[in-house]
């Protein structure tokens, strides 16, 4: 399973929850996302399957805090 860093440094991987503070968090509904995949190259892809999906893909790590 792929791995990667939150903006503090901390490991993230697929299935875990983070908070984004990327440029389409003002549309985003949610601020709670499960992580769904990691790339190879750190970004990741993030969804909420909530009453209103959200689904973003390619996040660069520095756009996510983890939830603890």
């Known amino acids: 399973m792929a791995t990667t860093t939150d903006q503090a440094g901390a490991r993230v991987e697929e299935g875990d929850f983070v908070r984004y503070h990327g440029s389409k968090a003002a549309r985003c509904p949610v601020t709670l996302l499960k992580v769904t995949f990691v790339g190879r ?18 996040v660069r790590p520095a756009s996510v805090t983890r939830d603890c």
Request: net charge negative; proline share 6%; glycine share 16%.
């Open 41 to 58: 190259d750190g970004r990741m892809n993030l969804a909420d399957e909530g009453a209103f999906p959200v689904r973003l893909t390619g």
